[in-house]
């Protein structure tokens, strides 16, 4: 195993270097810090536990689905929620 840079493990993973900072301070990286440097092991894996990829139950029809850290329902359901609110607004504006 080698160590390398903060600097470098961002730019291998196409990261931003202030996110990756942002993540070794707030512990999420096992990272450490030599002096004024960020080290970490280049075989780290990258743990984005938001951005992508969550599985997520929808509260409506039971399914599970993968979706953004933000989604409540699956795919199907926002679909079909979309089309009754925009069913419902064109109601009121009668
Ligand atoms: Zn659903």
């Not at 139950?57 to 689905?65: K, L």
């Not at 979706?67 to 009668?94: F, H, I, M, T």
Request: glycine content about 8%; hydrophobic content about 30%.
């Amino acid at each position: 195993m080698s160590e390398i840079t903060l600097r470098e493990y961002a730019l291998r993973h196409g990261k931003s270097l202030s996110n990756m900072y942002n993540k070794a301070n707030a512990g999420q990286l096992n990272a450490r810090k030599a002096g004024s440097i960020w080290l970490i092991d280049e075989n780290e894996p990258d743990v984005d536990c938001r951005s992508t990829g969550v599985d997520k139950i929808c509260p409506r029809c039971g399914n599970h689905f993968v979706g953004s850290g933000r989604a409540v329902y699956c795919p199907d359901c926002k679909k079909e929620l979309n089309r009754q609110r925009a069913a419902e607004y064109r109601k009121r504006q009668k």
